[in-house]
């Protein structure tokens, strides 16, 4: 694949994996009961890890719609495949919790997300 399409395809693959990390963590921040199992009760701790999610999620969106405006292929493969690795760890946490969604959806992203990369990576300059 040329770099153009291949830059194309990583960019839309990432950009859309970031916003979906980051609007995950607003919607934590907003209402932290929309990320609890079933029956929980919000608190301050519920309040403090959604602030850690944003923590990490919202400054990786930041970079990579830079990383993409700017058309930086190696940042863009480097914060494309540590977003994979998140959502692979996300995946984790759906399996933990024993919610089918949050454990595919994570899977299959993340899937797509290293696929990305290595399309970018293998790309023709």
Known sequence: MQFRNAMRFASLVTGFNVLVLASIAVVGLVNPLMMLPVGSVANDAAFTFAIYAAARSIPLAVFVLVSIFMRFGRMLTVLGFLAGII???????????????????????????????????????
């Not at 969604?101 to 300059?125: D, M, N």
């Open 87 to 125: 959502q692979f760890a996300d995946m984790w946490v759906g399996i933990y919790e024993g919610d089918l969604g949050k454990t595919i959806g994570p899977f299959a992203l993340g899937c797509l997300q290293l696929y990305a990369v290595w399309v970018l990576q293998h790309s023709k300059r």
